[in-house]
């Protein structure tokens, strides 16, 4: 299964090429608040994404209807089918970015992953209608008339499938933190059912709202370091105290290698096992043994018939609080044995924030590259490790290697563990 | 395991027209509605004012008291419906190899309830006063994660949100779990958001019916469709590998032998106005995976918009398939409203029950259908009739499709 587009917004710039140069220098794209007033807040920091949705091409009128995940969702799409050439098998137009010539629209699906949907257009308008809170029986006549298309995050696949002309099967993922790695699973698995040739798969969200930011506060789960928000993500660091809230989409084409090549398309990587368990133990809480995710890894790897031996760098989880970090540290240990001590892991999060259901996309999208350029991104702000995370997370900066395998994980409220493993295109592997 | 059956054991219901399985089945075999005036909240100050309540609920009668906090109305509705799936269908999941039981369920707009008290907490009195529980309870994944821990189910799970076809592309995500080799899942969809705040989003879309008289609201096909009355509630099932659900001997009420989905161009695209409309592609791509033809289906199970031009393009996809008038046809949503991603999975546990009882349950309400329909419409009464296949049909607004066959269980 090929990956032969990838479509990035995210925080510190819009585009891949944007995306990639933050990762490998190690730069950080957190910083104070700036889309609303957060000053009465525990933790008034995030990364945002410097967005201008009339810059990127949308209409006034899909500006107007869209939440700002969807508008994000649908400028990486086409991005990531531009960067397919599937777009030069046809104008753009009424028939959308695959054009009248490309592919046949029936074979083609989408699969948005968003973990919180419309939540920061939903708080906008709730703010509206209630008139600050103030009333239970909110006044409907004060309702925006796309609201309907807030209320269900289906709406996000819609606007992703009429913007690239999709008209096979369609559907939102919504696992919580790992629908990023699910929703791109579930598309592998739509193709290799047969159920579509294409699959515009990915992620978003754009969850920097006072909700958002309040019931995050309510559980300390994010950072409060607000006097120095380019140092506060510090994944697997003894200092670290909750992840920063991010935002942002990662889209991809994907496709049978076959027909990657049959039409002479450049393959980023192959994604060659997945897996996700549960772990039936708590809506937030992990079991510190990391035996759900571990297990997760072990069926990805069977799936990709490769040995843990072959994995060359784990994108990890990495959120920064202290309860994950721990967690996943033992779930590499349980799953890759010694092999967990001789591998790079990193956390991307240290520099684009947790974008809660889009990070998965997004770290798939810095796996791909990783093997594309041969480069291991670095998990920035890690200056003092945590006796308890004692593995090598590439702290600062990136590494130069032959990037061949990469496991990538993602852990969820809900009790969701999800694992993927991304190969060079051809790599040999086994086939027991 | 590509091949493996995918067979249903276990149905739990949470219907505006009875909690519980016999109590639903017995309503709408009876022709009992659970369209009334809205008494979740004081609905008089807005335009419609009907909607399908669970009635009878208590929930601290069904769910585990700190359960109750962390819980909005539509989980505790989903918990209860998973308890009586799991009774039903006499498993205990405990007994299964490890991670070999998941959740896979459809959900449409989360705890909406449970989110308009913590939005009205941050913008009436802070941020602080948000509950601690507002970061997952109100979340799309809320029941999947919920049914998880309650159940132990450690297997792979997820949750697909395509509007009011999510209770099919849910149970179609269970069976590609069971092919992958998972052993059992529990799947389906409750929901619901009968709250000021919910109420206002919903009549946003701008289908709602306004009728405020309970046997005129929702009438699909009907020459006097005027939009759809929402409700609360669904059907969780239990889905099981076939082969694993003979082994122990379980009831099997029948299989989901064939399932697709499509997606329709934006309405007015050159792509809308040259192709094939996309519920009829779905249709037929759900036959073909069935194997079956259409002379074999002896049901659909209409999505049944109550919106008079997707009324119609449901009929025209349907007569297109099966010929004019060739095929019973039914809507016993009319006497729930529309359920969102519960709908299509209480549609399937309708179905599961007609093969069983050889009884299509009817559509309600309808006197006189609109111009131009060929349907013939199971209307008023239960109609006595073996069925060995049915086809259920559900659409998500903004242009999803499905369809999925279930048929009766095959002798082995």
Known sequence: MAITGIGVVAPGGVGTKEFWSLLTEGRTATRAISLFDATRFRSRIAAEADFDPHHEGLTPQEVRRMDRAAQFAVVAAREAVSDSGLEAAGALGAAGALGAAGPDPYRVGVTVGSAVGATTSLDTEYRVVSDGGAKWHVDYTYAVPHLFDHFVPSSFAAEVAWAVGAQGPASVVSTGCTSGLDAVGHAVELIREGSADIMVAGATDAPISPITVACFDAIKATSPRNDDPEHASRPFDRTRNGFVLGEGSALFVLEELSLAHRRGAHVYAEIVGFASRCNAYHMTGLRPDGREMAEAIRVALDEARLPVTAVDYINAHGSGTKQNDRHETAAFKRALGEHARATPISSIKSMVGHSLGAIGSLEIAASALAIEHGVVPPTANLHEPDPECDLDYTPLVAREQRVEVVLSVGSGFGGFQSAMVLAREGLERGTW | ?412
């Open chain 2, 1 to 412: 395991m590509v091949s493996a059956v995918a067979v249903f054991t276990g149905i739990g219901v949470a219907a505006p027209n009875g909690l519980s399985t016999p109590v639903w089945w017995k309503a709408t075999l009876n022709g009992e509605s659970g369209i009334r005036p809205i008494s979740r909240f004081d609905a008089s100050r807005y335009p419609a004012r009907l909607a399908g309540e669970v009635p009878g609920f208590d929930a601290a009668e069904h769910i585990p008291n700190r359960l109750l906090p962390q819980t909005d109305h539509m989980t505790r509705l989903a918990l209860t419906a998973a308890q009586e799936a799991f009774d039903d269908a006499d498993t205990d999941p405990a007994q299964l190899p490890e991670y070999a039981a998941g959740v896979v369920t459809a959900s449409s707009a989360g705890g909406f309830e449970f989110g308009q008290r913590e939005l009205e907490a941050l913008w009436s009195k802070g941020g602080q006063y948000v509950s601690a529980y507002q970061s997952f309870a109100w979340f799309y994944a809320v029941n999947t994660g919920q049914i998880s821990i309650r159940h132990g189910l450690r297997g792979p799970s997820g949750v697909l949100v395509t509007e009011q076809a999510g209770g099919l592309d849910a149970v179609a995500q269970a069976r590609r779990r069971l092919r992958g080799g998972s052993r059992l899942i529990v799947t389906g969809g409750v929901d619901g958001a009968i709250c000021p705040w919910g109420w206002t989003a919903q009549l946003a879309g701008g289908r709602l019916s306004l009728a405020d008289d309970p046997t005129r609201a929702y009438l699909p096909f009907d020459a006097a469709a005027r939009g759809y009355v929402p409700g609360e509630g669904g059907a969780i099932l239990i889905l099981e590998e076939a082969a694993a659900a003979r082994a122990r001997g379980a009831r099997v009420y029948g299989e989901l032998a064939g399932y697709a989905a499509t997606f329709d161009a934006k309405s007015g695209s050159e792509q809308h106005l040259s192709g094939v409309p996309g519920l009829r592609r779905a249709v037929e791509l759900a036959l073909a995976d069935a194997g079956l033809a259409p002379h074999d289906i002896d049901v659909v199970f209409a999505d049944a918009s109550g919106v008079p031009h997707l009324d119609r393009a449901e009929a025209e996809a349907i007569t297109a398939v099966f010929g004019p008038r060739r095929v019973p046809v039914t809507a016993p949503k009319t006497m729930t409203g529309r359920l969102y991603a519960g709908g299509a999975a209480l549609d399937l546990a309708a179905a599961l029950l007609a093969i069983r009882d050889a009884l299509i349950p009817p559509t309600v309400n309808i006197t006189r259908l609109a111009e131009g329909l060929e349907l013939d419409l199971v209307s008023t009464e239960p109609r006595p009739c073996p069925v060995r296949a049915a086809l259920v049909l559900a659409r998500g607004r903004g242009g999803f499709n499905a369809a999925a066959v279930v048929v009766g269980a095959r002798p082995h």
